[in-house]
């Protein structure tokens, strides 16, 4: 099993900033790409950004230059830098993660969720 925890949400005023992190454990042969995703209240869950092993990051147009993606590989963990919050950005953020998963005798492609952080923002 694989577990994917994040923390770092909370409440900001509108033009704050936050850093929310994500960190795997369990039984991972190799972490792939990892993203963030967010849900607001009534709507669907949206794409916020995603970064590869090697360090790519692409980013939804609602945030881009205002949030950043970074990951260290060592710690299994990936972190959203969220600069200048809008009360918009108001949502639960999860983390998404695209690995291969040991199995015994073999590995498999999964992808896996976290719970969820929440986000606030204050206008």
């Known amino acids: 099993q694989v577990q994917l925890v994040e923390s770092g949400g909370g409440l900001v005023q509108a033009g704050g900033s936050l850093r929310l992190s994500c960190a795997a454990s369990g039984s991972i042969a190799r972490l792939n790409a990892m993203g963030w995703y967010r849900q607001a209240p009534g709507k669907q869950r949206e794409f916020i950004a995603r970064i590869t092993s090697g360090g790519s990051p692409n980013y939804a147009d609602s945030v881009k230059g205002r949030f950043t993606i970074s990951r260290d590989n060592a710690k299994n963990t990936v972190y959203l830098q969220m600069s200048s919050l809008k009360p918009e950005d108001t949502a639960l953020y999860y983390c998404?993660?695209?690995?291969?998963?040991?199995?015994?005798?073999?590995?498999?492609?999964?992808?896996?969720w976290g719970q969820g952080t929440q986000v606030t923002v204050s206008s």
């Open positions: 998404n993660a695209d690995l291969f998963e040991y199995y015994p005798g073999t590995y498999r492609t999964q992808n896996y």
